[in-house]
């Protein structure tokens, strides 16, 4: 690593010196540090974020092979092809399990064999789930179909909404968060809200015919839990107000912190509500209302005053 700055003739610099040899001991103590930090001996292996999106694309393609991949399979061979993509995704689903749990080591000194037959179950959990996921997911297009008159077919729907895309893969990163692999199901999420902009953390329990409309900013948290027949619209934040602090100056984890969202609620583009607080079934929630209340059943709220102000030739703007 010894070298001299030279033109290379083409503008560039050749052989030049970037002094790795301090550069890559540097990063060597930087990641010991980090290591120690998380109590780790040894660094282990991480589920590939490109292996997962690759599981996610053969499980779709397994649920609606039709829409997503093969316009033009036949009855006699949609079976198969589904059977076969759903035991490849399957396969590579079972070794991204199995790093998570060799990540997580759980349970403490779990063996190898244990940690492989732990994720083979996990996984023939999972695919049992997938069926019933189908179901709920057919509620959710229609629900959206029926409530975006701009919608022309549930095919449109399916296909193209935002909404759908991430209700998608947050019922598939439900069942692995709900199965002990919240690394993978966090995985998961991130794809979907890299994709739309809607960020639902895996954790939430959303009930079936769902609807988020238009979708780019709305935040669903880990311990939210939505009803039935429930519309979102965009930029609307389901969230936490500040966390408690344990004597040790850490936050405390794991108490329930989002809204509970009721039956029949919709909520319009905007709206921020935080705590666990409960929006009673059958409210109205306006857009831009900020909320840290809980409503009762049938409640419509609006901003408390909209102001007018008038502009003579753009001045104040």
Not at 148 to 175: F, M, N
């Amino acid at each position: 690593m010894n070298s001299r700055d030279e033109e290379d003739g083409n503008g560039g610099i050749a052989g030049s010196d970037w002094n790795l040899d301090r550069i890559v001991a540097e990063l060597r103590a930087s990641r010991a540090g980090s290591q120690a930090g998380g109590k780790r001996e040894k660094a282990a292996p991480l589920p590939s974020k490109e292996a997962v999106a690759r599981i996610i694309d053969g499980l779709f393609a397994a649920l609606f092979p039709t829409h997503f991949v093969l316009p033009d399979l036949t009855d006699e061979g949609i079976d198969y092809f589904v059977g076969h993509t759903l035991d490849a995704a399957l396969r590579s689903l079972v070794n991204q399990v199995r790093l998570e749990l060799q990540f997580a080591s759980r349970p403490p000194d779990q063996s190898s064999r244990d940690q492989a037959r732990d994720a083979i179950r996990i996984t023939r959990e999972f695919a049992a789930c997938l069926p019933k996921v189908r179901a709920v997911l057919e509620n959710d297009i229609l629900a959206a179909y029926q409530g975006d008159p701009a919608a022309k077919s549930v095919e449109e729907v399916r296909v193209c909404y935002p909404g759908i895309w991430a209700i998608t893969h947050h019922r598939l990163a439900h069942q692995l968060y709900l199965l002990g692999v919240p690394l993978l199901a966090r995985i998961i999420s991130e794809l979907a809200h890299s994709a739309t902009g809607i960020d639902i953390h895996p954790g939430a329990k959303i009930g079936a015919s769902f609807f988020i409309d238009h979708g780019t900013g709305v935040v669903i948290g880990e311990t939210a839990i939505i009803g039935q027949r429930v519309r979102l619209y965009q930029a609307v934040t389901l969230g936490a107000k500040s966390f408690p602090v344990g004597e040790d100056g850490t936050l405390i984890k794991g108490i329930a912190r989002h809204p509970i969202v009721e039956d029949d609620v919709v909520i319009y583009a905007g709206a921020t509500i935080l705590g666990r607080v409960t929006i009673g079934r059958g409210s109205t929630i306006g857009g831009n209302v900020w909320l840290t209340r809980s409503v009762p059943p049938g409640s419509n709220i609006t901003q408390a005053q909209v102001r007018s102000e008038e502009f003579d030739e753009g001045a104040g703007i």
